[in-house]
C-alpha cells in the first residue's frame, strides 16, 4: 500500500487475513501494488546530492528510461511515459515509485511476469470509479505482464536486464544497500493505520471527505473533540506523491489543536504545503477536501449524531449549511436503494413495496408516507436518472437517499450533470462492490441484502415536520 493510502479502502484486509495475503506500507507515494510470487520487484536508494525540487522529476525519467531500456532487452516493446508507468503496446505494466528525504532518494517499481487478475481483484479493493463503467474484461486488458507478452522468461534474465537497463541509464554500479539507516527516521504516514482505528472511537465527531472525480485519490479524516470545536487528529490518504515526503505527517500533526473552522485551517494549509512539490494533485484539492470535511459537522444541525456525519454525503451541489432550510421546505422525495428489499421479495426487481415488514424498505415506505413523501425504489442507474430527471422538473429542493459510498463515488460526476441536489446516507452490510458484484447492481439483477439506518432516516424526516 502506497504511504499515505488507507489500507481498509485499498485492500480487502479480512480476505487478505483469510488468505494468508500479507499486507505491507510502502516509504514511497503511489497506489496499491498486489505482488505475488509471478512479481519482479526491485528499489533502490542513493544519497542525494541536489536538492532541487527538479532533482525527483529527473531521477523517475532516468530510472523509468532505464527500466524500459532493461524490457526491450527482453524483446518487448516497453516505453516509458513520462508520468512515471512503464507500457507495454498501451497497457500499464508498472509504476516508478518514489520517496525522497532531504538527504537521500528510494525508488522501486513492481513488474509482473505473470498477471492473476482473479486474485488482484479479490484482495485489493480496486477503485471501480476508475474503471468508468467498463467491464472487467476492459480492466484486464489494461494491464500488461512480460511472459503473457514474450512466454516463458527466467527470473534471473529479467534482473539482469532491468539491472543492466538502470545501470546503463544512470551511469552507475549496483553494491551494497548503505543507506537504509538513513531512512529509518522517516515514517510517511504510519499515522494514518492508526488514526483509522482511533476514528472508531465513539463520543468525537469523525469527518470524512473525499476529493472525487479526479484520477487521483484523495481523502482526508479529521476526528473533534467531544465539543466538535479542536481537531484531534487528522489523516490524509491518497495515492498521489509528494515531496518532501514527510509533508503530509507534517500537515497531519499541525492540523491537531487547531479551531475546527475553516479560517483557521487554511493559514496552516499554506504553511505546510505551499513549498512541497506533489505530484497528481494540487494544493487547492488538499484545501477544498479538508473544508469539505470540516463543513460536515454542520450535519449535527439537522439531528445527525456525532459518529454518523461522515456517513452523510451532500451530492449535486448540495452545501451542509443550506440543508435545513431545503429540509424544511419539505419539498422533497426519498429514495431507496433495492438492495435493501428482501431478496425473494416479489417487489425485488419493481419499484413499491407491500410494508409486509420483513425487510428495512418497509419501514422506510411508512415513515415516508406517514410524512407526505414520496419513497421510490430505485432499481438501477438509468432509473435514478431519470427520477432525479423528473424530480428537477417537478421542482424539488432536495433529495433524501441512501445508497453505498461506492455508488456515490461512481457516480458523482453524474450527480453534479444532473444538478438535484440530495442527501445520501451510507448503508450497512456488505454492498455489491465489496463482494464484487457492482455489473450486476448497475443492471439491477444483485442479490445481496443491505441495511438501512433507518433510525438516522427517521431523524432527518423529522427534523423537516
Ligand atoms: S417490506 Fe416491502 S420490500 Fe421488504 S419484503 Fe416486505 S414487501 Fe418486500
Ligand atoms: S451500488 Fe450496489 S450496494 Fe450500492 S446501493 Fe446500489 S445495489 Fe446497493
Redesign the pocket.
Known amino acids: 500500500v502506497g504511504a499515505y493510502q488507507d489500507v481498509e479502502r485499498e485492500v480487502r484486509v479480512k480476505y487478505c487475513q483469510e488468505q494468508g495475503v500479507e499486507i505491507g506500507r510502502r516509504l514511497s507515494g503511489g497506489g496499491v501494488v498486489y505482488v505475488d510470487k509471478h512479481t519482479v520487484g526491485w528499489e533502490f536508494i542513493m544519497v542525494r546530492k541536489d536538492s532541487s525540487n527538479n532533482y525527483n522529476n529527473q531521477l523517475v525519467l532516468k530510472v523509468g528510461k532505464g527500466v524500459a531500456a532493461g524490457i526491450r532487452k527482453l524483446g518487448i516493446n516497453a516505453v516509458y511515459d513520462e508520468s512515471g508507468i512503464i507500457t507495454i503496446d498501451g497497457r500499464l505494466l508498472c509504476h516508478i515509485h518514489v520517496m525522497e528525504t532531504p538527504t537521500h532518494i528510494l525508488c522501486e517499481g513492481y513488474i509482473p511476469m505473470e498477471l492473476d487478475i482473479r486474485s488482484l481483484l479479490r484482495n485489493l479493493r480496486i477503485p471501480t470509479e476508475k474503471l468508468n463503467n467498463k467491464t472487467t474484461e476492459a480492466f484486464k486488458s489494461r494491464l500488461a505482464s512480460l511472459r503473457g507478452t514474450r512466454g516463458t522468461l527466467l527470473v534471473q534474465t529479467i534482473q539482469e536486464a532491468l539491472t543492466e537497463g538502470i545501470s546503463k541509464e544512470l551511469d552507475i554500479c549496483f553494491g551494497p544497500c548503505t543507506a537504509a539507516k538513513a531512512l529509518n527516521h522517516i515514517t510517511p504516514s504510519q499515522t494514518n493505520i492508526e488514526n483509522s482505528v482511533c476514528s472508531q472511537v465513539g463520543g468525537t465527531m469523525q469527518l470524512r471527505s473525499r476529493l472525487r472525480g479526479q484520477d487521483r485519490e484523495l481523502t482526508v479524516t479529521l476526528i473533534l473533540d467531544e465539543l466538535g470545536a479542536t481537531i484531534k487528529s487528522a489523516s490524509i490518504n491518497g495515492d498521489f506523491y509528494v515531496d518532501p515526503s514527510f509533508t503530509i505527517a507534517n500537515l497531519e500533526k499541525n492540523l491537531v489543536g487547531l479551531t475546527a473552522k475553516y479560517e483557521c485551517v487554511d493559514p496552516m494549509i499554506e504553511i505546510c504545503l505551499n513549498a512541497a512539490h506533489i505530484t497528481g494533485l494540487t494544493v487547492e484539492n488538499f484545501r477544498v477536501t479538508i473544508r469539505n470535511a470540516l463543513e460536515k459537522g454542520k450535519l449535527i444541525l439537522v439531528g445527525a449524531d456525532l459518529h454518523e456525519v461522515s456517513d452523510m454525503y451532500c451530492v449535486g451541489g448540495l452545501m451542509p449549511d443550506e440543508l435545513p432550510q431545503l429540509l424544511q421546505s419539505k419539498s422533497f422525495a426519498c429514495l431507496l436503494?433495492?438492495?435493501?428489499k428482501q431478496p425473494k421479495c416479489k417487489f425485488r426487481y419493481i419499484d413499491g413495496c407491500g410494508c409486509c415488514g420483513r425487510c428495512d424498505v418497509g419501514e422506510a415506505y411508512k415513515l415516508a408516507e406517514q410524512h407526505g413523501l414520496h419513497p421510490i425504489t430505485?432499481q438501477n442507474y438509468e432509473m435514478l436518472e431519470a427520477a432525479l430527471h423528473e424530480m428537477k422538473v417537478a421542482g424539488y429542493s432536495l433529495f433524501i437517499g441512501?445508497?453505498?459510498e461506492?455508488?456515490i463515488d461512481?457516480h458523482y460526476q453524474d450527480f453534479i450533470r444532473i444538478g438535484m441536489p440530495g442527501l445520501l446516507i451510507g448503508?450497512d452490510n456488505?454492498?455489491?462492490?465489496?463482494l464484487g458484484?457492482?455489473l450486476e447492481?448497475?443492471r439491477?439483477i444483485?442479490e445481496?441484502q443491505?441495511k438501512l439506518k433507518l433510525d438516522l432516516l427517521y431523524r432527518l424526516i423529522k427534523f423537516a415536520h
Not at 456488505?430 to 465489496?434: L, R
Open positions: 436503494p433495492y438492495c435493501a430505485i441512501t445508497c453505498c461506492e455508488f461512481k448503508i456488505s454492498t455489491c462492490y465489496e458484484h457492482e447492481a448497475h439491477g444483485f445481496n443491505t
